[in-house]
């Protein structure tokens, strides 16, 4: 009978130990899912910020006449002087926009940078005003996550003269 009592404590404490092991690995699992999770949530919040950024920035574009959209250093000075909405959440940012007629006499393209909070045109196209309509290209580049790599979001868009109607 005591060899009986000391074969059931012997199989209680294994037990014991399989179960600790299980819930150590769960536990484990656990916060694994978790900081996966939310390194997902911090790239959509980021890709958020970005596309935010590309959509305030067009729409600017989109607001203007034709005279200021086809100017670099109308869209140099009064869209990309200042920094979007959304623009505080991303890390190492810096944007591009390119301007090239589409569909039109001329191929030479207009193209302003922004980073560090300063904006600067790198290519002309004075002839740009006489263009029938233009596509923008606008990228967004960052520092993002996992890991602080370079991220980069673009969006283009087709601009007539005149809207669309004409």
Known sequence: MLLRAHAQ???TLIEAAIAATMSA????SLFTL???????IRVARETASASQVLQQ???????????QITDADWVRSNL????????????????TLTITPYNGNSTASTQITR??????????NDSMLTENAIKVAWTVNFTGAPN????TRQTVAILAKGGVAK
């Open 34 to 40: 978790n900081t996966s999770t939310m390194e997902t």
């Open 9 to 11: 404590r012997a199989s």
């Open 57 to 67: 920035r067009i729409e600017g574009m989109r607001i203007a006449n034709w005279h």
């Open 148 to 151: 602080d790599r370079a991220c």
């Open 25 to 28: 690995m769960f536990l484990g």
């Open 80 to 95: 990309l002087n200042t920094d979007a909405s959304g623009s505080s959440g991303l890390k190492s940012l810096s944007e």
């Open 115 to 124: 980073s560090g909070g300063s904006a600067r045109i790198i290519g002309r």
